[in-house]
């Protein structure tokens, strides 16, 4: 069961760069997240997608960009990679309505130097 | 106004202390309820879901009060394996988006 993957795990990039998240759920759920956790913030939602072709923003959206061109694939793109980009950035996937609950990748360790 | 508001501790018990987390929510309309655990560099993953009567896992007990609008996470005989981070998550009657409490950090001691 491979369920949510994201790659790469570890990314040192420098200010400017642009750089692609990717992930991959094989579950078949109808919604995406991108979240990012800083120390002191808590979890801080990006993104998300409820279907194909659907995105919304969420709660600290600039400097990113998605995509769901495919139900299980939704990448995450900072297009000029910056400092305060830093982070943990978390992947997540939910069956949608409420009672379901929300499953996360791993995580991707992003540093912009 | 945040939607979840937690307190993030440090709660630091001895091994075999009962120790307790709330979680406050604005939202008077939200359906759903969780506790979620984060572990040092990993990501957050399903404790176990709250429900209006109040449901029990093991050691662990979760409770909803609807009236005063919080959730809380009871731990009995508290275990070094326990130490973690417990995030509290609300989801709204739209079930579209999960709001995350920012954790409270437990460390149980030996």
């Known amino acids: 069961d491979a369920g949510i993957t994201q790659s790469p795990r570890y990314k040192i990039t420098e200010t400017g760069r642009q750089v692609t998240l990717m992930c991959h759920q094989t579950w078949s759920h109808s919604y995406m997240f991108w979240y990012r956790q800083d120390l002191g913030h808590g979890l801080r939602l990006i993104y998300y997608s409820a279907a194909a072709d659907i995105t919304d923003k969420g709660e600290v959206p600039d400097g990113y960009v998605v995509s769901r061109s495919k139900t299980e694939n939704f990448p995450l793109t900072l297009e000029s990679a910056t400092r305060s980009q830093t982070s943990v950035y978390f992947c997540?996937?939910?069956?949608?309505?409420?009672?379901?609950?929300?499953?996360f990748g791993e995580g991707s360790w992003l540093t912009v130097v | 106004r945040k939607e979840v508001e937690q307190d993030p501790g440090p709660f630091n018990v001895p091994e075999g202390a009962t120790v307790a987390f709330n979680c406050t929510y604005s939202?008077?309309?939200?359906?759903?309820f969780f506790w979620y655990r984060q572990d040092c560099r990993k990501e957050p993953k399903l404790l176990m879901s709250?429900?209006?009567s109040g449901n029990e896992d093991g050691r662990f007990t979760a409770q909803l009060n609807r009236a005063s609008q919080y959730i809380s996470l009871l731990i009995r005989d508290s275990k070094l394996s326990d130490s973690a981070t417990y995030l509290c998550?609300?989801?709204?009657?739209?079930?579209?988006?999960?709001?995350f409490g920012t954790g409270t950090s437990l460390t149980v001691i030996p």
């Open positions: 939202n008077s309309a939200s359906q759903s």
């Open positions: 997540a996937s939910s069956h949608g309505g409420s009672g379901n609950t929300i499953y």
């Open positions: 998550v609300v989801i709204p009657v739209t079930g579209n988006q999960f709001y």
């Open positions: 709250v429900y209006s």
